[in-house]
Structure formats: C-alpha cells, structure tokens
C-alpha cells in the first residue's frame, strides 16, 4: 500500500492477545501482590495490638503500684491495717490483672522454657517473681506446677492481698484461737477461716496480722499450672519485717483441751485444727525467675 507522494502507507496498530501461559503469569503476579498487601495490613495491625496491649499490661500493674504508693508510703511503718476504702481500692485492681499483664500465657509457657533453661524443668517447682518491690511493700507473681501444693506457713506482721489469675487453687486458711491453746507443748489451736476452690472468677481477698486467714495453704489443681498474684507488706527482708515466716502442719481437731467446752458441736470442731510448727519441707522447691514484664522497679 502507497500513501501520498509514494510514501509507504502506516500500517494499524493491532492488539496481540496475550498467550494462556502469559494470562496465568499476569494472574499470578496479581494475586502475590494482593496476598503481600494483606500480609502486610495483618502484620501493621498485629503490631498495633501489641502495643496497645503493652501499654495496657503497663497501666494496670502502674495503677496498683500507684494506688500502693498512696496506701502503704515510703517512710511509713506499716504498723496499722489499711481502711475498708483501701482494701476495697486495691482488691479492684488486683481483679484487673491478667495473666499477660506479668507475662504469663495461658498454658504458663514462658515461664517453662525460663524453667527449661535453667535445667529445671519436670522438677515439681513454685516458681516466683517479684514484679515490684520498695520497702513498704512487694508485688509478685506465683506459678505452682500442676498439683503442687504451697505448704502450711504464715506472714507475720504482714497484710496480704492475692488474686488467681490462672488455673485454680484449693486455699485452706486459719486464724490462731484467742487466748491460745497448747496441746502437748507444741499444738496451738487454731481457727479454719477459708476452706475452698478459688479461681480467677473468684475475685481479691485478704489476710491481716491477727485476722482473715494468717496461716494457710494453696494446692494447685491437677488440670493444670495454677498462677497467682500476692501483695505483701511489709515485705519479706526489709527493714520493717524482721520475723520471718514460719511452717506448720495441722491436725484435725481430735483430742479435746481441758480448756475447750465438752459441750462443742460437731460442726465447730470441723472449724478448729491444731497446727505445729515446723522446719522448711525437704519437698519445698522454690525457683526465683528474673523479672521481665512490666512494672518492675
């Protein structure tokens, strides 16, 4: 074909289909390139829910520690008991820790491959780390082994607050008889205060000096690691604690004290014990693992 002037004439573009092989190459790439879009939008968000969950844990063990601050103050000698108002302050935000916020998950894995890695692993353990400490009081976090019980022992001149945060855990409790009973020279009477199955759902409690279940035990249940979070104060070692504490085992309330009413029902001696005290167990096996998680000092 001759254009003007004999020039050749342009030949029409035409489109070339693009061949299968090509189609599918093309569809390929596509569908890459979308699924990297997701991935990536998955990832941003992931990463902006761990942080939101990081300064979250930080808040809630922030606003104990603040609110312990203000209870029980630098300089103080934690010699008086804290008002109903305190108590109640603290037991709220106790019920707002979870297990994640002292870097726990819910099978309590970390805490086993910390117990791995310093070759303790299958050694049935109460592993513990303190999460916060000054003088005035202690903030810390408690794993039991499956089954493991913490045995029979006492805070003296201590008020404590706990809180399950995983598992479950049998507390058994009591509070000395007043004025004291000794059995045999070394049997003290003693009072059953708590006698049940707590679990996260169960809420905060307390234990005061003289009151609300001194002495007591915690057995973890058999279907799991059970955690737990205890406020101390004074702290175990400082300068404001200096009687440590003690061991004790107990037995059912059988023989009867002169001093103890025949007429006694059956249903108030299943509340009475008598508790011995005793050395360290051989079967005590604590671990102390170095604090990571937040709110720590």
Known sequence: MVGKNGAPAPVPMQLIPLGRRAREAADREKAEAAAKERAERGTKRKREALAQKKTQTRSNLR?????????????????????????????????????EDVGLRPDGARYFQELDERGARGTPAITTKNLYECDTFTVAAFLLSPGKVMPLHDHPRMTVFSKILMGSAHVTSYDWVQPSLCLDRRWLLAQKVL???????????????????????????????????????????????????????????KKIHPAVPNQISEEQKGKLAWLQQIGVPKDLNLITLQNRGPGSQ
């Not at 520690?65 to 804290?82: N, Q, Y």
């Not at 234990?207 to 175990?236: E, K, M, Q, W």
């Open 63 to 99: 606003r104990l520690v603040d609110a312990l601050r203000v209870v029980f103050p630098e300089g103080s000698k934690c010699d008086t008991l804290p008002s109903a108002h305190s108590v109640s302050l603290i037991c709220r935000l106790l019920e707002e820790i979870r297990p």
């Open 195 to 253: 006698d049940k199955e707590f679990t996260p759902e169960s809420g905060a409690w307390a234990l005061y000096p003289d009151t609300g279940g001194n002495v007591h035990r915690l057995a973890a249940g058999a279907d799991g690691p059970c955690a737990f979070i205890d406020v101390l104060s004074p702290p175990y070692g400082s300068p404001l604690q200096q009687i440590g504490g003690s061991f004790y085992e107990d037995m059912p309330f």
